[in-house]
């Protein structure tokens, strides 16, 4: 399985020159952790369950490599709190929106502040929500747009290595 290291998401993802490819690979990086927290759902991790049980539904293709249904076991099963499982949704759905739209939205548009506007990892912390809101609603010249974008950037790159801590096994 592969080892998620904060500074390497943090990279990958500002790597990421548009929304729809950063929430691409926002969520190819979430489904990474949901499939690296998976395993400890399951009995002891005995050596031959992990092996004939748990692998199987965890290859690719295999039931669990869709990251909407692993989500649902996970909730369902109770390990994961609900703003946990909102987030990683709502980031899914998000993505799953864009690849739809024939022009895709950038990082400061409306439709980008709405999908921040209800991530629980971005509007908890207070002092990067209210940073991220005063700047939506100031006077915007082109340097303040650009300003903008990097702090929308930051914040859900912010919210997604939040959510991987909480998917730590």
Sequence with gaps: MTTLIEDDVIEQLDAQTDLLAFMAKANEILLLGI????????????????????????AQSGPLDD??????????????????????????????????????????????????????????NATLFNALESMKFADFAAWSEVRFTGMVKTAMTLAITAILKELDP
């Design 67 to 124: 990251i909407t249904v692993a989500l649902r076991l996970i909730f369902a099963l109770g390990k994961m709190e609900k703003w946990l499982y909102a987030d990683i949704t709502h980031f899914s759905q998000f993505y799953h929106y864009l690849q739809e739209q024939k022009e895709i939205p950038g990082f400061a548009d409306d439709i980008t502040w709405d999908f921040i506007s209800n991530v629980n990892s971005i509007t908890r």
């Design 35 to 58: 499939r690296r927290f998976l395993p400890s759902l399951f009995v002891n991790n005995d050596e031959e369950i992990v092996e004939y049980a748990v692998k199987p539904l965890l």
